[in-house]
Every structure is written in structure tokens, then in C-alpha cells.
């Protein structure tokens, strides 16, 4: 970097892909790719951890099409905990640590622990672990004293189980073989150790792509800032399953970032992102600090007011290719994170050097992200608002707001000297996120094969841009045409 000015900076629009030449077949094409050093996507999309983009529901959808979501942190520690856990236990081969209940518990307490659950039945323990038997809804619906007691109506043993280590096709055969819909897990002494339903099952071959940690669970990651109780909550996020953790602050080339993600590192094996940077210096002070990840992107973001209120960024493009220089010699992945608006777009952060993106505005109207619709003029929309907005700074109480500390102003203490850094807003409402994600991989996919990139780092390796003008993005765009039919995956900004 020259003394006083830094080479110019680029952004999505600013550049093309140049076509390459491509030896392969649109089939071969892989989109996997690493969000740390030990997190793999299949998909290289992160849903962003904001308020209105990243709650359970969106996390677990986000999983299902083989990416990630980064769940938010502007609400208690304990709320974010139980998040992680609605992801961690929603689907997979198998529950490994599955929520039990006792014999003398009454049926109400069941019916209860089943609704906040949101399962069909429990497998019943005693003190010592050891399975005694299973209620389910069936039990309970015939029963209309609630306060006998679950040993009263549940199957008692011995049940059907399957042994630990039992493989997939075995236990839906057990399943099938006894028109069961829930196997418990034990080990040679009756102590339970899991539980494999037909549910989850189903869930495996309709979502063949899920993204899963090594026990068949969906991956989930989860944000955390440095003031504070920061340290606890990524204690508890760890505690709850979390597979990464992100620490999520607008200037990641601050002391206290650096510190925080080291100390989370070094108590707990856990994979630690932070951000977020958008210089090769910073990028080299995260990766000095021993992070596994690290995010790129000051200002970019669509409800972001960072560039304008402060002055300060780098254009997206030149961001991230700058990060990358630091990271990629360190080996330590790199996450694109705002200002995404097209798919195309995706592939251009690749081949400026992420392995993956974070988006907000292009998630925030899908039907999974939190909120509700709302209907203006006859048009479906979904609010939108950045983390520094003055709505989710103060969203619980001005000094308690947790995203305030993500633009160090955790000091302040009075709504009124807040300084926002983003604003809210609403986005047209999108459906489900299966087909949003379905456009923008497709997309990616072309790109790839335009490009001669096979997988992920062959776009890195291979890819090459061609700056352009104003003119040249005016040409891009569908011009000389009033466009009567809106497309799946381009509508006009
Ligand atoms: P976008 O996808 O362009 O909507 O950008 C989303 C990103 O913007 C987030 O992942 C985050 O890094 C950033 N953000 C969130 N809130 C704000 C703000 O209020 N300025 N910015």
C-alpha cells in the first residue's frame, strides 16, 4: 500500500468473469468448500448472523441445502444456546444425546417436554441412564388424567433397540421389520446412548446435500461479539453444539478480536471465524491470532450506512482479494460477507479469492428468516435492517442490545447517542429458501463451467476478470427492452 493512497478499489460491478476454457461436463462441476480449516458446505453459502436473516428455522433450512447459518446474537445467551440445540437435534441419522424423561414424571410434564420439542415421544430413563421404557403421543392421547405418572402408560421393556454403532439400513430395517417409528440406542448394560427415528430418515433422502458434522447432525455456527459476557455465550454456544463460532464485529483488526477469538480457540475445540477486515494487514493479524476463519466485508452490506457515516471501506472485490493474499499462504479460509446482489456475484467473490459468502438482503425475504410478511400495495415483503440500524441496536432497551458492542458502542447508554451505522428497511418476499438457493447455486454452476473451474479452488486458481465501465455494466444488464415478465433470478435494482 503507497504511503497515502491504496490502488483503486473494485466491487461486483466493477468486473466479469473472463470465459475460460472448460474441459468438463456441467455435471462434474463440485460447489463444496471450507468455511474454516475444519468446517466443509457442500454449497458455499453462509446465511448472515443478523436478527432478521439467522434464526433456528433459517439455520436448519440453510443446512438442509448443504451451506451454513451463523444464528445472531442480539438476544439473550440463553436463547441463542437453545437455537443451536433446535439445529443440532432437528434431523439426522441419529440423536446422539436424545432428550429423556423419568418414570415418576407426569404425563403433563411429557406432553410438555414434547412441545417444546417439537417431538413425538420420549425414550424413559432411569437415574443410572438405563432405558426403561418409551411414552409417545400415542400413549398419552387415551389418558385424560395428567397427572398419573409416565411409568403408568408408557411401553415398558424390553423395547425393540438397536445396539450403538448399528448401521442406517440396520435400523430401518429394525424400524420397518416392527412397524416402530422411534429405536432407541443402548449399550450392552441398557444405558441409552441414542435414537434413530424413521422422521429423520425420510428428512436424510429428501435432503441429500445437508450439510453434517461427523454424527449425521446439521451443521450450525453461531456469532458472538468481545464485550461483556461475549466469553460466556461462546462458552454456552460451544456448550449447546455449535460447530463454529463466529466473532462478529464490524473492525475485526482491533486487539480485542484478535484476543477474544484466541481465547475461545484455546478453551474449547471449536473452530473460531472473526471479522470482519478488508485489508491484507488485518487479515494477517486475524491469522496471526490462530483463527480458522476469517470474514471480509467493511461496508459492502446492503443496509449498511459504515461507508457513508464513517467513510471508511474497501470496495468488495478488492476487499477480499486483499484478504486473501494473507490467508491463503496460511491456509485459513475466507468468507465474502455483504454486498452480494445476483449470483453472479458469488463466483466473482470466489474468484477474488473466498471459499465462501455471507448473505443478507439476498436470504431476508425467504419465508425461513424470522418475521412476519407484510403485505404493501398488494405486494409480499419481509423486514430488513442491519445490525448497527438504530431498530436493532435498540431492539432491547438501548443498553442491553447486544448488536450495539458489534460497533463498539456498548458504552453508550442512551438510545438518543446511538450512532447507527445501518438502516431498515423491507425486501420483496422470496418463498421458500430451497428455491432461492436453488437459482443462486444454479447460477454459481454456470459460472463455473464459463469459467473452466471445476471446483471450488480451481475458480480461485483459474479465474480471471476483466474490469469494466459504466458502459460496459449498462451492457449487461437487459437494455432496450421493457421487460414485461419478471425472472426467477434477475429483477432490476
Ligand atoms: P447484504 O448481504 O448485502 O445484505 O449484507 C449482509 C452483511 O452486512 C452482514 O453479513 C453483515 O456483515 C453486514 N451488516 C449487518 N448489519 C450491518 C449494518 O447495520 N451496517 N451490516
Known amino acids: 500500500v503507497p504511503d497515502k493512497f491504496a490502488t483503486i478499489g473494485l466491487t461486483f460491478d466493477d468486473v466479469l468473469l473472463l470465459p475460460g476454457a472448460a474441459d468438463m461436463a456441467p455435471g462434474e462441476i463440485d460447489t463444496s468448500s471450507r468455511v474454516s480449516r475444519n468446517v466443509r458446505v457442500n454449497i458455499p453459502l453462509l446465511s448472515a448472523a443478523m436478527d432478521r436473516v439467522t434464526e433456528s428455522r433459517m439455520a436448519i433450512a440453510m443446512a438442509r441445502q448443504g451451506g451454513v447459518g451463523v444464528l445472531h446474537r442480539n438476544l439473550s445467551i440463553e436463547d441463542q444456546a437453545k437455537k443451536v440445540d433446535q439445529v443440532k437435534r432437528s434431523e439426522s441419522g441419529m440423536v446422539a444425546d436424545p432428550i429423556t424423561i423419568r418414570p415418576d414424571a407426569t404425563l403433563a410434564e411429557a406432553d410438555a417436554l414434547c412441545g417444546r420439542f417439537r417431538i413425538s415421544g420420549v425414550p424413559v430413563t432411569d437415574e443410572g441412564g438405563r432405558l426403561v421404557g418409551i411414552v409417545t403421543n400415542r400413549d398419552m392421547a387415551f389418558e385424560p388424567d395428567r397427572s398419573v405418572e409416565v411409568r403408568s402408560i408408557m411401553t415398558p421393556m424390553p423395547l425393540v433397540t438397536g445396539r450403538v454403532g448399528i448401521s442406517g439400513a440396520e435400523a430401518m430395517e429394525l424400524l420397518r421389520r416392527h412397524k416402530i417409528e422411534k429405536l432407541p440406542l443402548v449399550d450392552d448394560r441398557d444405558v441409552l446412548k441414542g435414537l434413530?427415528?424413521?422422521?429423520?430418515?425420510?428428512?436424510?433422502?429428501?435432503?441429500?446435500?445437508?450439510?453434517?458434522?461427523?454424527?449425521?447432525?446439521?451443521?450450525?455456527?453461531?456469532?458472538?461479539?468481545?464485550?461483556?459476557?461475549?466469553?460466556?455465550?461462546?462458552?454456552?454456544?460451544?456448550?449447546?453444539?455449535?460447530?463454529?463460532?463466529?466473532?462478529?464485529?464490524?473492525?475485526?483488526?482491533?486487539?480485542?478480536?484478535?484476543?477474544?477469538?484466541?481465547?475461545?480457540?484455546?478453551?474449547?475445540?471449536?473452530?473460531?471465524?472473526?471479522?470482519?477486515?478488508?485489508?491484507?494487514?488485518?487479515?494477517?493479524?486475524?491469522?496471526?491470532?490462530?483463527?480458522?476463519?476469517?470474514?471480509?466485508?467493511?461496508?459492502?452490506?446492503?443496509?449498511?450506512?459504515?461507508?457513508?457515516?464513517?467513510?471508511?471501506?474497501v470496495p468488495q472485490v478488492t476487499a477480499i482479494y486483499e484478504a486473501a493474499l494473507a490467508a491463503r499462504d496460511a491456509g485459513v479460509p475466507v468468507i465474502g460477507d455483504g454486498g452480494l446482489q445476483y449470483s453472479g456475484d458469488i463466483a466473482k467473490a470466489l474468484v477474488a479469492g473466498a471459499d465462501t459468502v455471507m448473505l443478507g438482503s439476498l436470504l431476508a425475504g425467504c419465508e425461513e428468516s424470522p418475521g412476519e410478511l407484510l403485505f404493501i400495495n398488494g405486494k409480499q415483503f419481509k423486514s430488513y435492517r442491519g445490525m448497527g440500524s438504530l431498530g436493532a441496536m435498540q431492539s432491547r432497551g438501548g443498553a442491553t442490545s447486544y448488536s450495539k458492542d458489534r460497533y463498539f458502542q456498548e458504552e453508550v447508554r442512551s438510545d438518543d447517542q446511538l450512532i447507527a451505522e445501518g438502516i431498515e428497511g423491507q425486501v420483496p418476499y422470496r418463498g421458500p429458501l430451497a428455491s432461492v438457493v436453488h437459482q443462486l447455486i444454479g447460477g454459481l454452476r454456470q459460472s463455473m463451467f464459463y469459467v473452466g473451474g471445476r471446483t471450488v479452488p480451481e475458480m480461485k486458481d483459474h479465474g480471471r476478470f476483466v474490469r469494466i465501465t459504466s458502459a460496459g455494466l449498462k451492457e449487461s444488464h437487459p437494455h432496450d427492452i421493457q421487460m414485461t415478465t419478471e425472472a426467477p433470478n434477475y429483477s432490476r435494482k
Open 196 to 313: 434413530i427415528t424413521v422422521k429423520d430418515f425420510v428428512k436424510a433422502e429428501k435432503y441429500p446435500n445437508a450439510a453434517k458434522d461427523d454424527e449425521g447432525r446439521l451443521l450450525v455456527g453461531a456469532a458472538v461479539g468481545v464485550a461483556g459476557d461475549a466469553y460466556d455465550r461462546a462458552q454456552a454456544l460451544v456448550e449447546a453444539g455449535a460447530d463454529f463460532i463466529v466473532v462478529d464485529t464490524a473492525h475485526g483488526h482491533s486487539r480485542l478480536v484478535g484476543d477474544m477469538a484466541a481465547k475461545i480457540k484455546s478453551n474449547a475445540a471449536v473452530d473460531v471465524v472473526a471479522g470482519n477486515v478488508a485489508t491484507r494487514d488485518a487479515a494477517q493479524a486475524l491469522v496471526d491470532a490462530g483463527v480458522d476463519g476469517i470474514k471480509v466485508g467493511v461496508g459492502p452490506g446492503s443496509i449498511c450506512t459504515t461507508r457513508v457515516v464513517a467513510g471508511v471501506g
